[in-house]
């Protein structure tokens, strides 16, 4: 069998392929900014001295570990549409309603994770410094904020950027309600030219060129910045 | 939610069994557990294979278990259905690629709790096991791997819930389980896409959060039993 990749340039799939590649990377870094900013909120206001808040925030967190992030995805595009006043409903179809359900699910699904990764962090530190900044006149948000959070994230550090590698491989995912992703453009360059190997392959090697990246990354940060405190 | 409950029950438990092949959440835990039973078995070699001293053993498997856990569970999905009737030489149904694209991307992931389990087993017992005469394999097989099992345990079933969770994805081959079934109720509903999807999300839950409280309960039990 020999490769013949000579395929993606006789046609318009090179660039159906470079877009599919764009798409994955603006949903993968715009999930991962909302996926740390909704984690931060989680596990601070789990840590908070607050029992409804901390009950919410269990809530979450369990719904989204113990449901198929598929399944998020299916309730987000099919099910929340249904919810929505008629007005906004109809905008919300008018923009690139796949692209923004399938990064909404994927933001709160890898938030709730990646929080549960800040607070074992967060229990790493001795109450003690919470008790100290606190005694200082500090109150609860900005001594989480400049005092516990800072020592929390450098041990999260290398279980987050775990996540980050499984919120990357779970863009693939989006391709189930047809947002043009790289998973999907293969899929359809595949359809296209029968090229199945090949197109695959390149695929695949795609991919893990960028979970290598993340992982070494994380390797990386272990080494670099080990915990402060006895984790 | 009830009535959708009430009209489609059968559909979301057995999917179209007897008249079909079984589906529903009975197809899901038969998905599920037929993975993880056939990926086990790959995942002790794996894992014994990854805690080698000799490179040509620990390459070949820290390849392979790098590689899959970089790779995208539908890749491999998409890349079963093109390759397993290729490798056979005859078609495959949808649950026979599902399961074989599982039991590959889980047992990467299976092996890392094994080689977890094996090197939270004291130094001391290899060494004590070899000093007895046991080949490396006896001590493995022996001596080893029991007490690595035990100390896997919750690991194990914490797992089978990653598996059950993966198997969603496998309604996109068409293979007969419970997002499937939920998808079917759907176009025959076709107004209420949010209960229908609710109730398919309790499915899961119910079933992932009782595995899940039963894995921290074995935790906990060994712990105890762990502690002077």
Known sequence: MTLDFAFLLAGPQAAQLAAGLATTFRLFAGAWLLAVAFAVALAVLRAAPLRPARWLVAAIVEYHRNVPLMVQVLIWYFGVPQMLPTALRIWVNHQDSEFLFALIALALNTGAFMSEDIRSGIRAIPPTQMEAARSLGLRFLPAMWLVILPQALRIAVPPMLNQTLMLFKNTSLAMAIAVGELTYRVREIESETYRTFEIFLLATVIYLTMSFTLMGLGAWFARRFPPLVRA | ?228
Request: hydrophobic letters at 55%; a positive charge.
């Open chain 2, 1 to 228: 939610m009830l009535d959708i409950l009430a009209q489609f029950g059968v559909l979301f438990l057995i999917g179209g069994y007897p008249q079909g092949p079984m589906g529903g959440l009975a197809g899901t835990v038969i998905l599920s557990a037929l993975s993880l039973a056939l990926a086990f078995p790959l995942a002790v070699g794996l894992g014994i294979m990854r805690t080698s001293v000799q490179r040509r053993w620990r390459w070949p498997a820290t390849a392979w278990v790098f590689t899959l856990r970089g790779t995208p569970l539908l890749m491999i999905i998409f890349w079963a259905y093109f390759a397993v009737p290729l490798l056979v030489g005859k078609q495959v149904s949808p649950f026979t690629t599902a399961v074989c694209a599982i039991v590959i991307y889980e047992s990467a992931f299976l092996a890392e709790v094994v080689r977890a389990g094996l090197q939270a087993v004291t130094r001391g017992q290899m060494e004590a096991a070899r000093s007895t005469g046991l080949t490396y394999l006896q001590a493995m097989r022996h001596v080893l791997v029991p007490q690595a099992l035990t100390s896997m345990l919750p690991s194990l079933v914490n797992q089978f819930v990653s598996v059950i969770k993966a198997t969603s994805l496998a309604y996109v081959i068409g293979v007969p389980e419970v997002t499937l079934a939920a998808q079917q109720v759907n176009s025959m509903v076709l107004t209420r896409p949010m209960q229908v999807f609710l109730i398919l999300a309790a499915l899961y839950f119910l079933l992932c959060f009782t595995l899940s409280r039963l894995a921290d309960a074995l935790e906990r039990h060994l712990t105890r039993r762990r502690a002077p």
